[in-house]
């Protein structure tokens, strides 16, 4: 990755299975949206392997965006959620919000809430800033 440009999201397998969709991308903030078809348990409940899989995509997509205009990419160190309130059905919204952007670890706040704006899920996610390959 050259010095100062920024890395553009990329959907992986998993995120186009889960049916993500990414409406804004900067190292600051990520915003996606998720349906919660597809992505349930077997009570009818979203997933909260979904909520996290979909909370580390975002802030990890924010290092990586931070990261590339350092000519570095990220690597996942440690991410934790908390899980608020359940939802059966509609779309779900994931904002990642960077608490700190370094030269060497970068971390986001990911919430995910519900159509009506409810908290979801609370993501925090640690990257590790390193040389890209």
Do not use: Y
Request: contains cysteine.
């Amino acid at each position: 990755m050259a010095e100062n440009t920024p890395w553009v999201i990329e959907l992986g397998e998993l995120d186009r299975k889960m049916g993500v969709v990414v409406l804004e991308q900067s190292p600051e903030r990520v915003v996606a949206t998720m349906p919660v078809s597809g992505n349930t348990q077997s009570f009818g409940l979203l997933h909260g392997g979904a909520s996290v899989a979909f909370g580390e995509a975002l802030g990890s997509w924010a290092a990586v965006i931070h990261a590339s205009t350092l000519g570095k990419t990220a690597v996942g160190l440690d991410i934790n959620a908390t899980h608020h309130k359940g939802v059966r059905a509609g779309l779900v919204t994931g904002v990642a919000t960077a608490i700190s952007l370094g030269r060497t670890v970068a971390s986001h706040e990911v919430v995910i809430s519900n159509d009506a704006g409810e908290r979801l899920c609370t993501v925090r996610i640690t990257n590790l800033i390193v040389a890209a390959p």
